[in-house]
């Protein structure tokens, strides 16, 4: 049986707690649960398994729905799960005022509203902690197992952590089934602030946070959006925290001989972002970029795109059914950004450095036909001094292509592609490098998915063939 909704008031997952009634004792059960449940969170994630998805249960909680709602599988966002997501973790068009199911608690008394500047505003925050877990258990068997930010070159040392040594032969990994965990929290702050944080612990280092931001929307939130603290940048259209793969992308976490500056899988800094007449989405940010380079220069990036039919990217005006994936809809964008980053080597007796600046370029279509979702990018960046050499530059040509078909709401493949070609003066300073992969996925309830990963490709020096095989479990609450 198929369920209609609008934007404003989606369904409530069928069988959840407290769903068919207004009892005072469901009520109260279902606040002592989820307050439960978010202790459990809490203690849990210290001990935990590595958490790679991007799902953040808070929401559901606070909106008593499904992860389905915003989510084809976690963490990758469907059409509404995109638009809660630029109404600053609002509902389009004011729906929060139907759709919220937790009342927030007020700071200070509204009647302060009326003799500001001679008081301090009143404010809201979430009346329970929004906290989450995800986490994604992940056993690999192959001859080249892939981490993160597998795309940088030999010699790159990527976030505090040296690539690891690929022997050829066959070889196993259970390290990422223990031993690293992410805390999770999303929110609002009333009507004109908005918040997102991600600790990660025991990933690439010890404890980090890997993102913490502040979003203010003065005006109506999807107009302007103006984020403050350390946050992805939006770029490609895709993301390295939104992807059927989870956290592995080598689109935007590749650096260049020596240079480990990349624009992932986040910067520090202020970004700009909105929607003009429902469809043209537009970004612009300066950020210090991780390499630890000194100085008054800051990262610079910026995105335009435009989307054709489907739900628009505020959400506004769009009745989405059930199956909240299905549309037909073509997304295009283009991108740029301008960093730098800083190159560090041993001479004979000697340590040396030296800033490389790097231009990137890019352009991206984004089609869903039905159940077929579709994503292409291509870029191009420059590096000036990549290396140990002056005056020694170098091009990064990248191209990514991603397919998933929805069999049926709870299963689906996807196929993925990403290639490489870094380019110098001669020939050769060429080399290439790309990766096939094959994934399936189930989704067993609304918070835990089955995965299983092929992967084939090559690397430079090498002939094409068989790379890893992998299974993962994941889960969020």
Same mark, same amino acid.
């Given at each position: 049986?198929?369920?209609?909704?609008?934007?404003?008031?989606?369904?409530?997952?069928?069988?959840?707690?407290?769903?068919?009634?207004? !009892? *005072?004792?469901? #009520? +109260?059960?279902?606040?002592?649960?989820?307050?439960?449940?978010? $202790?459990? @969170?809490?203690? %849990? /994630?210290?001990?935990?398994?590595?958490?790679?998805?991007?799902?953040?249960?808070?929401?559901?909680?606070?909106?008593?729905?499904?992860?389905?709602?915003?989510?084809?599988?976690?963490?990758?966002?469907?059409?509404?799960?995109?638009?809660?997501?630029?109404?600053?973790?609002?509902?389009?068009?004011?729906?929060?005022?139907?759709?919220?199911?937790?009342?927030?608690?007020?700071?200070?008394?509204?009647?302060?509203?009326?003799?500001?500047?001679?008081?301090?505003?009143?404010?809201?925050?979430?009346?329970?902690?929004?906290?989450?877990? !995800? *986490?994604?258990? #992940? +056993?690999?068997?192959?001859?080249?197992?892939?981490?993160?930010? $597998?795309? @940088?070159?030999? %010699? /790159?040392?990527?976030?505090?952590?040296?690539?690891?040594?690929?022997?050829?032969?066959?070889?196993?990994?259970?390290?990422?089934?223990?031993?690293?965990?992410?805390?999770?929290?999303?929110?609002?702050?009333?009507?004109?602030?908005?918040?997102?944080?991600?600790?990660?612990?025991?990933?690439?280092?010890?404890?980090?946070?890997?993102?913490?931001?502040?979003?203010?929307?003065?005006?109506?939130?999807?107009?302007?959006?103006?984020?403050?603290?350390?946050?992805?940048?939006?770029?490609?259209?895709?993301?390295?925290?939104?992807?059927?793969?989870?956290?592995?992308?080598?689109?935007?976490?590749?650096?260049?001989?020596?240079?480990? $500056?990349?624009?992932?899988?986040?910067?520090?800094?202020?970004?700009?972002?909105?929607?003009?007449?429902?469809?043209?989405?537009?970004?612009?940010?300066?950020?210090?970029?991780?390499?630890?380079?000194?100085?008054?220069?800051?990262?610079?990036?910026?995105?335009?795109?435009?989307?054709?039919?489907?739900?628009?990217?505020?959400?506004?005006?769009?009745?989405?059914?059930?199956?909240?994936?299905?549309?037909?809809?073509?997304?295009?964008?283009?991108?740029?950004?301008?960093?730098?980053?800083?190159?560090?080597?041993?001479?004979?007796?000697?340590?040396?450095?030296?800033?490389?600046?790097?231009?990137?370029?890019?352009?991206?279509?984004?089609?869903?036909?039905?159940?077929?979702?579709?994503?292409?990018?291509?870029?191009?960046?420059?590096?000036?001094?990549?290396?140990?050499?002056?005056?020694?530059?170098?091009?990064?040509?990248?191209?990514?292509?991603?397919?998933?078909?929805?069999?049926?709401?709870?299963?689906?493949?996807?196929?993925?592609?990403?290639?490489?070609?870094?380019?110098?003066?001669?020939?050769?300073?060429?080399?290439?490098?790309?990766?096939?992969?094959?994934?399936?996925?189930?989704?067993?309830?609304?918070?835990?998915?089955?995965?299983?990963?092929?992967?084939?490709?090559?690397?430079?020096?090498?002939?094409?063939?068989?790379?890893?095989?992998?299974?993962?479990?994941?889960?969020?609450?």
């Amino acid at each position: 049986m198929r369920r209609d909704f609008t934007t404003t008031a989606p369904p409530r997952a069928p069988g959840r707690l407290g769903s068919i009634g207004g !009892a *005072a004792r469901d #009520r +109260a059960i279902r606040r002592g649960a989820a307050f439960a449940l978010a $202790a459990i @969170a809490f203690v %849990g /994630a210290l001990v935990l398994a590595p958490a790679r998805a991007e799902a953040i249960p808070a929401f559901a909680r606070r909106y008593e729905t499904s992860c389905q709602t915003c989510h084809l599988v976690f963490p990758k966002l469907n059409p509404f799960g995109e638009a809660f997501r630029r109404n600053g973790y609002r509902f389009p068009s004011k729906g929060d005022a139907t759709a919220e199911k937790e009342e927030p608690l007020p700071l200070g008394n509204e009647a302060l509203k009326d003799v500001w500047p001679n008081a301090v505003y009143p404010g809201q925050i979430p009346a329970k902690i929004p906290l989450s877990v !995800a *986490a994604d258990l #992940r +056993a690999v068997l192959g001859t080249h197992l892939e981490p993160h930010n $597998a795309g @940088a070159p030999p %010699g /790159a040392v990527m976030e505090g952590m040296a690539m690891p040594a690929d022997t050829g032969t066959l070889q196993s990994d259970f390290g990422q089934l223990g031993g690293n965990a992410r805390i999770l929290a999303g929110g609002t702050f009333g009507e004109v602030a908005s918040f997102f944080m991600a600790i990660s612990i025991g990933m690439h280092e010890p404890i980090e946070v890997e993102r913490a931001a502040v979003t203010f929307t003065p005006f109506d939130p999807t107009a302007l959006q103006i984020k403050l603290g350390r946050f992805e940048p939006e770029l490609h259209g895709i993301s390295i925290h939104r992807n059927v793969f989870g956290h592995m992308l080598r689109l935007t976490t590749m650096g260049v001989l020596l240079d480990e $500056a990349a624009p992932e899988h986040y910067v520090s800094g202020l970004q700009l972002a909105g929607v003009v007449a429902g469809r043209l989405g537009w970004s612009a940010g300066l950020g210090q970029n991780r390499a630890p380079v000194p100085g008054l220069e800051k990262d610079v990036f910026g995105r335009l795109e435009y989307k054709f039919g489907g739900m628009r990217l505020d959400g506004v005006g769009t009745t989405a059914g059930s199956m909240a994936w299905r549309e037909y809809s073509l997304t295009i964008g283009g991108s740029g950004y301008h960093g730098r980053g800083q190159v560090t080597y041993t001479m004979p007796g000697m340590d040396m450095s030296h800033v490389d600046r790097f231009n990137r370029v890019g352009l991206d279509a984004h089609a869903v036909i039905r159940d077929l979702l579709i994503d292409v990018v291509v870029a191009h960046q420059r590096n000036d001094q990549p290396g140990e050499k002056e005056f020694d530059p170098r091009n990064l040509d990248l191209a990514f292509a991603e397919v998933t078909y929805v069999a049926h709401p709870w299963f689906f493949p996807t196929v993925r592609f990403e290639g490489s070609r870094v380019t110098g003066p001669v020939k050769a300073d060429t080399t290439s490098k790309w990766i096939g992969l094959l994934g399936v996925n189930a989704i067993v309830r609304a918070n835990l998915v089955l995965r299983a990963e092929l992967a084939t490709g090559t690397d430079p020096g090498e002939k094409f063939g068989f790379r890893y095989a992998a299974l993962n479990g994941s889960f969020a609450f």
